[in-house]
């Protein structure tokens, strides 16, 4: 138990150094954000070291930066999310009846509205800064917890020991937190990778539609469709960020997935 | 021509009679050269179509619309490659009254797609339709000049209400597609007189068309077939002219112009045009109405740097004024605005601004690396102490929404064919797109005194006035002309670059051929 | 099957019903506060102030909101879903085309997809951490976090320009057989395949692991099972109600959500008729497509539930 995995730390590293680089963005990055320091899509130099992007700017702060934002959004807009998706499931199938009746038929009420059409319509009503960003997207996302997590509970909610509980005469939060909530938590967990990379390639989609981070701020999605001309004659600009992301995706996933082993191997213990 | 003589004749229409002369002899003379070869199937993947697109020619907006209506459809006169005009539809043109009735001779012996006869009295439906006052058209504007309209066996005649020697330009305007009852019956049916029939109709998707057996003009339309593909995205469309599977493909991005062209099978054709990628102050709406403020601006841009890094050189410098070289009647003697960061400064402190964010809205939807260029306008401007916002708007509604609506954001023109037009469009203080809210009754007025003058240089003299007042006065930022840059397959054959629209002015299926 | 059950799927088929009636008056709404203004867009810019107010009153947009609202909801119910604004097209016809091009492509997805994601769910548990675990991990989350038109790009490079095996946009002719079809879609489907299969084969994966420490399952490992036996027969089942949500929201998305990919292929879809309609302020097309996309979440949904009810006994029979 005490001992992590190589994949853990290979995980904890990348996951780790990003978020550090996100914190002291302004810190690290060579130069600042918008600066034009070179020609159009320079390849990598001592001075550029993932040289420039489409108009000049140096790529390496551009990445720091963006860095920052994706991460800082993704993780928020997840938290969120979870939160609040993982308690109303949980509450919803624990308290059962209407509760669950009405909050269900709402959550599938809102899911049956495509995405992309209720963004498009929220953010074009209200101005769109980082927090109304975070909000849309970590409420659109609670739809999707809440429904996995409800999934979930009601299998566990039958279970005999969730039934001695009630009979013991336990109060809602406490078979909520102390019985439905361990119980539940490897596919939550395992789910919850999974929703961060999807926040961070949601932000690249409203930056493309003009609804997401403002120029001359960027996130990484948005930095390869700012580039992606030159995705298939390899010019880094396009290339780096995506790497940047499916690393970052994996990093995180390969923590979740430890934290995933370490949640069975604990319940198997009891 | 012997009416002309008698007439109070106006050496700009002599000019244009000219170029009708000259087209009409060189007609055959470039079909002995090279004889163009028969058959095959063209295909041709474009930018600019979607799936709520109608044939309708008065709604045509987009450049997949405008390619399918070059296709099965036909105008008047066309716009030669050299400025001048040629006969279509009209067999003849002669001006009365000293430019205020216009008589076209309608050709004979033309047939729709319907197997209908064309008619003088389809053109005037036509006329009618688009200048109704319930039309919905997009050519109402150029309408407007129009008294009445009258048949006369074949010939078609119509009064203005004042002289206007540009009247035959006007009629080359791609809306002004001439339909079987001027298309009342049916608008979006897709039926004309041009070299190819639709025979397919999917907006969004796909059109595609056969050759028009019956069709009257035998120099035109050589392909047995002719498709469009809609394919909006950028690198897809690129990967099937890499691919083979089109001939030819519109807007070639010009930062990867270059790589693309490297493949031994594939040319890329570039035509200098009258479009330009601009941003747009209203003249009328603090900050923007101190002068000095909008001086500042023009001079904290930098022209060349934008040309070389967001058309990757595949253009030209503007210099805050609509009118280019691809104008007849160009005044070359304007001085070139300079980037200048001291002019800058000095403009921006003298105007008084309160040094609060300037905000830019800006969209790719405007033009094309539209967010590049803002990004350098203001870092360029930043250099000159001015502080530059930019608000990222959604491409969905850019035009509706914040174009001639938020006091500062970027645009596009496409250009006209004479100045008179684009003056008169854009710049006229009455005018419905006047997106810089310019109000100079000077300029109206040599606008007016232009249009009724009879001597071309002072005509052009007058032009070149108009031009340094918008350029002096205006709220027209405008850094870059932009290259047309079309690709396709080495096989394609008989290529002549347009100024007016890419893909030869949307005839590259009615006058290339499969070498 | 009990009456409980009977009563249980019943109630959830008629909720669905109410749902897709609640949804419709909240795309109508949805649809009313979008910005900007349908003759404008039809115009584009260089609209005339004349035009654009002669559209308008064709248009009808001078009406009330609400008695257009009952009045589209009425002829929706009898099939007729109005003609487009736009270009005057009956939009029955041309999203029905639209509708069968998205459903085969998600149909070929799914069949690719989803089986193939159980199978490496399942390897995965059985080989759990060990290479073939680890493997099959990583390999679906790089495809998984690589935006999907990255993917697309790069496949389509590989295989219609480099190769030139496939054609590279999946233009689809009224003339095609089903054959020439598939080969049409067959890049669009491995994109597909690649974007949904590491969410559906991480969910078989945690539920199958979730229920492999319960009691039964050591009593059957005991028993001497194999391994592979004990998580296909015994724990699969018991882990299936997460795992059928998971696979709903990727049917959904499937074919609610494949406008990237559609762009990118220029396939004939859904997802691209929406957004063309959406951003010309079409509204009779938004409202009728936007039915349709939730009446597929609400079916699947609803399915999801009711395999959720049938495949968990004590549901079925509670104490």
Not at chain 1, 223 to 230: D, R
Not at chain 2, 113 to 118: C, D, F, P, S, V
Request: charge should be negative; proline fraction near 5%.
């Amino acid at each position: 138990m005490s001992r992590i995995p190589t994949s853990a730390l290979i995980g904890l590293v990348f996951t780790s150094a990003y978020f550090l680089a996100a914190l002291f963005a302004p810190l690290i990055a060579p130069y600042e954000l918008g600066a034009i320091v070179g020609d159009v899509w320079e390849p990598m130099s001592s001075e550029h070291w993932l040289g420039t992007d489409g108009i000049g700017r140096d790529l390496l702060s551009r990445m720091i930066h963006g860095g920052r934002t994706t991460i800082f959004v993704a993780s928020a807009a997840t938290i969120l999310s979870f939160t609040l998706g993982s308690t109303l499931a949980l509450t919803a199938v624990v308290v059962g009846g209407w509760v669950d009746m009405l909050l269900s038929r709402f959550i599938d009420l809102i899911m049956s509205i495509p995405t992309l059409i209720f963004s498009l319509v929220v953010l074009s009503v209200v101005p769109v800064t980082l927090p109304v960003l975070i909000l849309v997207m970590g409420l659109l996302d609670t739809t999707r917890v809440y429904r996995l997590a409800r999934a979930v509970a009601q299998d566990v909610n039958v279970m005999d020991y969730v039934e001695a509980a009630r009979l013991r005469g336990e109060g809602t939060r406490w078979i909520v937190f102390r019985e439905i909530l361990p119980n539940t938590l490897s596919p939550l967990v395992a789910e919850l990778g999974l929703r961060f990379i999807f926040m961070v390639l949601f932000v690249s989609t409203l930056s493309f539609l003009g609804l997401g981070i403002q120029p001359p701020a960027a996130d990484w999605g948005g930095i390869v469709k700012e580039n992606k001309e030159g995705i298939v004659y390899g010019i880094p600009a396009a290339l780096v960020p995506a790497f940047a992301i499916a690393s970052l995706a994996i990093s995180v996933n390969l923590v979740a997935d430890w934290v995933l082993s370490r949640t069975t191997s604990l319940k198997g213990g009891r | 021509m012997s009416k002309m003589k008698s007439q109070p004749s106006r050496r700009a229409f002599l000019g244009y009679v000219s170029a009708l002369g000259i087209a009409a002899a060189l007609g055959p003379v470039s079909m002995a050269e090279a004889a163009p070869k028969k058959g095959g199937t063209f295909v041709m993947a474009l930018k600019g179509g979607e799936s709520t697109n109608t044939l309708d020619p008065a709604l045509s907006l987009s450049h997949v619309t405008y390619q399918a209506l070059r296709a099965y459809s036909e105008t008047l006169l066309n716009v030669t490659e050299d400025g001048g005009l040629e006969y279509r539809l009209a067999e003849s043109v002669e001006p009365a009254n000293g430019g205020q009735t216009w008589h076209f001779k309608i050709r004979s012996g033309v047939k729709f797609h319907n197997g209908q006869e064309l008619t003088a009295m389809d053109v005037l439906k036509t006329m009618e339709r688009h200048s109704n006052e319930d039309s919905k058209s997009g050519a109402l504007g150029i309408m407007k000049g129009i008294e009445s309209m009258s048949v006369d066996g074949d010939i078609f005649t119509v009064n203005l209400t004042t002289p206007n020697s540009d009247l035959p330009y006007l009629m080359t305007d791609y809306h002004l597609a001439i339909q079987p009852n001027g298309g009342f019956d049916d608008p979006a049916a897709g039926i004309g007189t041009g070299p190819y029939k639709v025979t397919a109709n999917e907006p969004g998707v796909r059109y595609s068309f056969e050759k028009f057996a019956d069709y009257w003009d035998d120099s035109r339309g050589h392909y047995d077939a002719h498709e469009i593909l809609v394919i909006n995205d950028d690198t897809s469309r690129a990967a099937a002219l890499q691919s083979g599977q089109v001939h030819a493909v519109n807007l070639v991005s010009p930062k990867t112009a270059k790589l693309f062209a490297r493949a031994p099978h594939i040319k890329i054709e570039t035509t200098d045009g009258k479009g330009h990628y601009i941003f747009v102050m209203h003249t009328d709406t603090a900050p923007f109405d101190n002068k000095d403020l909008r001086l500042a601006l023009k001079y904290a841009i930098n022209r060349e740097e934008m040309v070389d890094k967001v058309l990757a050189g595949y253009g030209s410098v503007g210099n805050d004024s609509p009118i280019n070289a691809a104008y007849p009647l160009f005044d070359d003697t304007i001085e070139q605005r300079k980037f200048d960061l001291d002019k800058a400064r000095e403009h921006y402190a003298k105007s008084g601004h309160d040094g609060s964010p300037i905000v830019l809205h800006v969209s790719d939807a405007a033009f094309a690396g539209a967010l590049d260029a803002a990004a350098l306008f203001q870092q360029s401007a930043k250099a000159a102490g001015i502080p530059l916002e930019l608000k990222r708007e959604p491409a969905d509604g850019y035009w509706s929404e914040v174009w001639n609506k938020k006091p500062f954001c970027a645009s596009y023109w496409g250009g006209r064919p004479v100045q008179d037009q684009m003056w008169s469009v854009g710049y006229l203080s009455t005018a419905d797109w006047n997106d810089t809210n310019f109000n100079s009754p000077e300029f109206d007025a040599m606008l007016l005194e232009a249009r009724a003058e009879l001597d071309e240089a002072k005509r052009r003299e007058t032009y070149g006035k108009m031009g340094r007042l918008v350029r002096e006065e205006g709220g027209l930022i405008n850094p870059m002309f932009n290259q047309f840059i079309d690709g396709m397959q080495q096989e394609v054959t008989g290529w002549v670059s347009h100024p007016n629209g890419n893909l030869m002015n949307g005839f590259i299926a009615s006058k290339t051929w499969f070498e | 099957m009990s009456f409980l059950v009977v009563k249980l799927v019943s109630q959830r088929i008629a909720l669905g019903l109410m749902l897709l009636l609640a949804a419709s008056a909240l795309i109508f709404v949805g649809t009313q506060m979008l910005p900007g203004d349908v003759a404008q867009t039809i115009l584009g810019q260089t609209a005339t102030p004349e035009a654009l107010a002669n559209l308008r009153a064709e248009l009808g947009l001078n009406e009330p909101a609400l008695s257009r609202y009952f009045s589209w909801l009425g002829n929706a119910l009898q099939g007729d879903l109005g003609t487009a604004l736009t270009n005057g097209k009956d939009i029955a016809e041309s999203l029905s085309g639209r509708l069968g091009n998205t459903l085969f492509l998600a149909a070929c997805a799914a069949v690719v997809s989803i089986p193939l994601a159980i199978i490496l769910g399942l390897l995965a548990v059985r080989f759990r951490n060990r290479w073939p675990d680890k493997m099959i991990s990583a390999v679906t989350l790089a495809t998984i976090s690589v935006p999907e038109f990255i993917l697309g790009y790069l496949v389509m490079y590989l295989v219609a320009v480099k190769l030139r095996w496939l054609p590279s946009v999946s233009i689809v002719r009224p003339e095609m057989d089903f054959l020439d079809r598939i080969e049409a879609i067959a890049m669009p489907v491995i994109v597909l395949t690649f974007v949904v299969l590491a969410h559906m084969m991480r969910m078989t994966r945690a539920a199958i692991l979730n229920v492999m420490e319960s009691a039964y399952i050591e009593t059957a490992e005991l028993k001497g099972l194999s391994a592979f036996r004990v998580i296909a027969s015994h724990a699969m089942p018991n882990a299936i109600a997460p795992i059928v949500n998971v696979v709903m929201l990727n049917l959904a998305y499937l074919i609610v959500g494949v406008v990237v990919v559609e762009v990118v292929f220029v396939y004939p879809g859904m997802g691209q008729y929406l957004v063309d309609h959406v951003s010309k302020r079409d509204v009779p097309v938004v409202q009728a497509a936007g039915l349709i996309f939730a009446a597929v979440y609400i079916v699947l949904n609803t399915t999801a539930d009711i395999i959720a009810i049938l495949a968990n006994p004590r549901l079925r029979h509670p104490k």
